[in-house]
């Protein structure tokens, strides 16, 4: 994947440190946020860093297949739950939306993070789902700052990206 790193020049004239100390082939961490730009996700970089301990790599790769094993037992469960014709979550039984009805986080978001989240990944348009319509299926099981809060929390956190503008919202493949 492609990332993008703005810099300040004045920010790099008056200090050395702004621009991060990587060549090619090192192992670096990046945050930042994932755009769409011509049908093309790009990373916009906020910071890069590089990799000084191995421990983390080796905790990276271990983090991946725990999430992979974790989303193929999650997808399994949720079929059972989206197949049930009696859904009673307030949402139509087609929506694709599932719903747990257990208290537990699941992957590190709560049950409203996942509902937000379940009806983002459901969305088979290239430009997402807009808030508007999230909200107008969710008013009545949330707030609306609850809501924003949930979106910008789970931008921040890397699990949903906006699209061709801060309305729209697709999500990662992080589950």
């Known amino acids: 994947m492609r990332a993008v790193l703005w810099i300040d020049q004045e920010a790099m004239e008056q200090d050395d440190k702004a621009t991060p100390r990587v060549q090619v082939n090192d192992y670096i961490q990046v945050f930042g946020n994932i755009k769409t730009n011509k049908g093309k996700k790009v990373m916009m970089a906020f910071k890069i860093m590089p990799i000084t301990d191995v421990n983390a790599i080796t905790f990276h790769y271990l983090q991946c297949i725990h999430n992979k094993v974790k989303m193929e037992s999650d997808s399994k469960k949720e079929k059972v739950v989206t197949?049930?014709?009696?859904?009673?979550?307030?949402l139509p039984a087609n929506s694709m939306v599932a719903v747990n009805d257990n208290n537990g986080s699941v992957n590190g978001l709560n049950p409203r993070q996942m509902l937000v989240f379940n009806l983002i990944r459901a969305s088979t348009l290239e430009q997402g789902i807009s808030k508007?319509?999230?909200?107008?299926?969710?008013?009545?099981?949330?707030?609306?700052?609850?809501f924003e809060n949930i979106l910008e929390w789970m931008c921040g956190e890397g699990h949903i990206y906006s699209t061709i503008d801060e309305e729209h919202f697709r999500a990662t493949d992080a589950f």
């Open 83 to 90: 197949s049930n014709p009696t859904f009673t979550s307030g």
């Open 132 to 146: 508007q319509d999230m909200y107008a299926t969710l008013k009545d099981r949330m707030s609306q700052i609850e």
